[in-house]
């Protein structure tokens, strides 16, 4: 019996516990879910602040960065529109070729400061030398000059258009110049001139044309000039010459521009790149000349093709000019003039070479 008491109140004791435990858990689970509650509610709240400041900062991103867009846009427009007086002025300057300007897009320009300063000492050693300046593209189109059309003394620089003239005449005919030759007569006679048939020549004496063609560039033969004058009239060349824009005061030497000396010379760098009957004729003849003066000025070795003209104690006709091309790769003209001294400054040939070839390194080729 009293096992049984003892029995009874532990199963009361247990139950007890357990309805003690329930509530326990019951407020434990309670509390849980309150702070699970609360702390959701918090997460959310964050979460919607969050939301709300990143669309207002986005907000704020966008309308600066509009006004922003907004803002520039004047200055670009007000930088657009200062710059282009500065461009016209430039372009103008760069458009100066002497005394006259060029129309053509800026493709030529004045020269270099480095080269227009050796034209300006030359002009103080020499006040009264007239003087024109060209360096070129091959295709001429491109370029830099000074007083490049003015009529200056050109001297024996006329030969090479007229060798051009007769080798495409030559092919024109269908004239073999190895075969056809021309005589040696007294009134083809230059006491006074260059050339080495005068030395060495007889009259009745025979020579290919293309002999003639040869003694006409490398040594600017005048006898053959006037051998091959006979053949190939001058009336007959200036009309030639013009039509290449070379050219064409109708005279045996004459004037000429520093411009249509240009023309003849993108005609003759044509030719020797072509695949006609004579061009190899024509470019070993032009590589092979004499009294090369920009090259004498030159530091370096280059390959050309050029032929010069020059005077001396001539005061109907003063002048020193050469005309080449350099390298293949660009043109370079120089006439000048001097009837107060009389006598062709060809140093001024050879100083002038050398600025251009420094400009050319110094721009590593890349001059136009």
């Known amino acids: 019996m009293k096992s049984r008491k ?64 907004k803002e520039p846009s004047k200055t670009t427009t007000k930088q657009e529109k200062e710059p282009s007086k500065t461009t016209t002025k430039q372009q103008n300057e760069e458009n100066e070729t002497g005394d006259e300007k060029t129309s053509e897009n800026d493709t030529i320009r004045k020269l270099p400061d480095s080269i227009m300063s050796t034209v300006e000492y030359w002009k103080t050693i020499y006040p009264n030398m007239t003087i024109g300046v060209g360096l070129y593209s091959l295709d001429g189109t491109k370029g830099y000059e000074y007083n490049s059309k003015t009529l200056i003394n050109s001297a024996c620089t006329i030969k090479a258009a007229y060798a051009l003239y007769v080798l495409q005449e030559c092919e024109r005919r269908g004239i073999d110049i190895w075969s056809t030759y021309l005589t040696y007569q007294e009134w083809h006679s230059d006491t006074e001139g260059s050339g080495d048939i005068n030395l060495y020549g007889y009259y009745g004496a025979q020579y290919s044309i293309a002999d003639l063609v040869s003694l006409l560039l490398q040594v600017s033969d005048n006898v053959a000039y006037n051998m091959l004058l006979d053949q190939f009239p001058l009336n007959d060349f200036y009309i030639y010459n013009s039509n290449i824009g070379g050219q064409n005061d109708w005279f045996k030497w004459g004037r000429a521009t520093v411009e249509q000396r240009k023309n003849e010379w993108v005609a003759i760098g044509n030719y020797v790149n072509s695949d006609s009957w004579y061009s190899q004729v024509m470019r070993e003849d032009l590589t092979g000349t004499q009294y090369a003066y920009f090259l004498q000025g030159m530091q370096n070795w280059h390959s050309y093709m050029q032929k010069s003209g020059w005077t001396e104690e001539n005061p109907e006709y003063p002048a020193a000019c050469e005309a080449a091309i350099i390298d293949d790769s660009y043109i370079l003209i120089v006439l000048t003039e001097d009837y107060t001294d009389e006598i062709g400054h060809t140093d001024v040939l050879e100083s002038i070479g050398g600025a251009v070839e420094s400009f050319w390194y110094e721009k590593d080729g890349y001059i136009f």
């Open 6 to 69: 003892v029995i009874a109140i532990f199963v009361m004791f247990l139950a007890v516990l357990m309805i003690l435990g329930i509530v326990y858990n019951k407020e434990i689970y309670t509390v849980t879910e309150k702070i699970k509650n609360e702390f959701y509610s918090i997460s959310v709240k964050l979460k919607k602040e969050s939301k709300e400041t990143r669309n207002k900062l986005e907000k704020e991103s966008s309308t600066t960065k509009t006004k922003q867009e």
